[in-house]
């Protein structure tokens, strides 16, 4: 049996990527396990098991039977990503200039004080600031240039200061322990599904909770396929209890972070149970600070075999789907499964020369070619839907 090691993304370098032919075992792993073909990563080729090429979809006859208790690793072939619109021709002035604005950026400082240390980008903080993510921040400010700048800069700055990078599933295990935030299904547009359940909180009011979320919002994004930016959130209110519920500082503190840090991430939010007083004096309370943006995007005790497949949906959310939440099953098998896709992501990435403002669709395995590809399209011809020829140049900014 090799020898475990611990990877992640620290562990490829441009210069290194040594780690990537050999086995691993993911921090999960129980010492009473082998390494399975789902924890292995050949030659960066996706296992079967991991999916960590994210192109592909799962049919209804695909769909497993008997009782599941691991994630969903792909939506149904009847579910794809809504198409966004090419950009205008001011869009992408506007996009090439941010990304030509952040290739510029020499140091950021590493928090929030005053006269704070400021350091270079590091290797995973160029991997993070894809083209997608650039629109992203383009997209929350109006495309304003100015704003979006200084959005995505205070947003590295958080990140660095929370340590995001630093929140494992280690760390924050406990506080899923019985499946109050779980990720499981897509939604009728291939957003992977987020659910929050506040009534079986089984943790005391801590910042470990709000680190559980970042580390649940981070997850719900490894598992995006390609072509798919938002996530479907669902949250059921069903037993909650004053004392379990989160405090206003609480809901304040999380939108902050879902609208400062996670700008366009959101693409529906389902609200259930809003029965108890002082849930809706919680809404009520937090209402003034919820952007009109995010507010559009939620709907309240709604039937959600709607926006969600049945077959695809949490039972305790009225779907069919056979799964039972066992934290011992589900926590490893989410942790390894998105570790795999983010390391599929990261070679990627390095491969087509870890640049900035590379694109998602790339990095997760879909049908596009890299940004490097696409430069060089502009004088061969690369044709978008096939990863090496087109039938006209494309502009890079589109």
């Known amino acids: 049996?090799?020898?475990?090691?611990?990877?992640?993304?620290?562990?490829?370098?441009i210069k290194d990527e040594k780690s990537l032919q050999s086995g691993f075992h993911s921090e999960?792993?129980?010492?009473?396990?082998?390494?399975?073909e789902a924890s292995t990563l050949q030659s960066a080729q996706p296992s079967a098991a991991a999916s960590t090429d994210l192109s592909s979809a799962a049919s209804d006859s695909e769909q497993p039977k008997g009782?599941?208790?691991?994630?969903?690793?792909?939506?149904?072939?009847?579910?794809?990503?809504?198409?966004?619109?090419?950009?205008?021709?001011e869009q992408g002035s506007k996009y090439a200039e941010l990304h030509k604005r952040v290739q510029g950026w020499k140091n950021i400082p590493i928090s929030t004080e005053k006269r704070a240390v400021q350091e270079p980008l590091t290797e995973n903080e160029r991997f993070w600031l894809t083209r997608e993510c650039l629109l992203r921040y383009l997209r929350a400010t109006n495309w304003s240039l100015d704003s979006a700048e200084k959005r995505v800069q205070d947003t590295l700055i958080w990140r660095?200061?929370?340590?995001?990078?630093?929140?494992?599933?280690?760390?924050?295990?406990?506080?899923?322990?019985?499946?109050?935030?779980?990720?499981?299904?897509?939604?009728?547009?291939?957003?992977?599904?987020?659910?929050?359940?506040?009534?079986?909180?089984?943790?005391?009011?801590?910042?470990?909770?709000?680190?559980?979320?970042?580390?649940?919002?981070?997850?719900?994004?490894?598992?995006?396929?390609?072509?798919?930016?938002?996530?479907?959130?669902l949250i059921n209110f069903r037993g909650a209890t004053s004392g379990g519920s989160p405090s206003v500082g609480?809901?304040?503190?999380?939108?902050?972070?879902?609208?400062?840090?996670?700008?366009?991430r959101l693409g529906k939010a389902c609200i259930a149970e809003l029965v108890p007083w002082y849930i809706n004096?919680?809404?009520?309370?937090?209402?003034?600070?919820?952007?009109p943006v995010t507010r559009e995007k939620?709907?309240?005790?709604?039937?959600?075999?709607?926006?969600?497949?049945?077959?695809?949906?949490?039972?305790?959310?009225?779907?069919?789907?056979?799964?039972?939440?066992?934290?011992?099953?589900?926590w490893p098998a989410l942790c390894r499964?998105?570790?795999?896709?983010?390391?599929?992501m990261k070679q990627r990435w390095l491969k087509a020369g870890g640049k900035i403002g590379e694109y998602e669709m790339y990095l997760k395995g879909g049908d596009h070619p890299s940004l490097a590809e696409l430069q060089r399209g502009v004088e061969e011809a690369i044709p978008i839907g096939s990863k090496g020829s087109t039938s006209a140049p494309q502009k890079v900014a589109q």
């Open 1 to 13: 049996m090799a020898a475990a090691t611990s990877l992640d993304l620290k562990d490829l370098s």
């Open 250 to 264: 609480q809901g304040k503190q999380v939108l902050n972070i879902l609208q400062g840090h996670y700008p366009e």
């Open 160 to 233: 660095r200061e929370y340590k995001v990078e630093g929140i494992t599933g280690e760390l924050v295990s406990v506080e899923s322990e019985t499946g109050k935030q779980h990720i499981f299904g897509f939604d009728n547009d291939a957003r992977p599904c987020l659910y929050m359940n506040p009534g079986k909180q089984n943790t005391k009011k801590s910042e470990r909770q709000i680190q559980h979320m970042v580390f649940m919002l981070e997850r719900v994004i490894d598992m995006m396929p390609p072509g798919q930016e938002t996530s479907a959130l």
């Open 298 to 330: 939620m709907v309240f005790n709604q039937d959600l075999r709607k926006y969600i497949p049945p077959s695809q949906l949490d039972p305790e959310y009225g779907g069919d789907a056979e799964f039972e939440y066992d934290h011992k099953q589900y």
């Open 67 to 89: 009782p599941v208790r691991i994630p969903l690793e792909r939506p149904l072939s009847t579910c794809k990503p809504v198409e966004r619109p090419p950009l205008t021709a």
């Open 281 to 291: 004096t919680f809404f009520k309370l937090i209402s003034p600070f919820i952007d």
């Open 28 to 36: 999960y792993t129980t010492p009473q396990e082998e390494p399975s």
């Open 337 to 344: 499964m998105c570790e795999e896709r983010r390391i599929a």
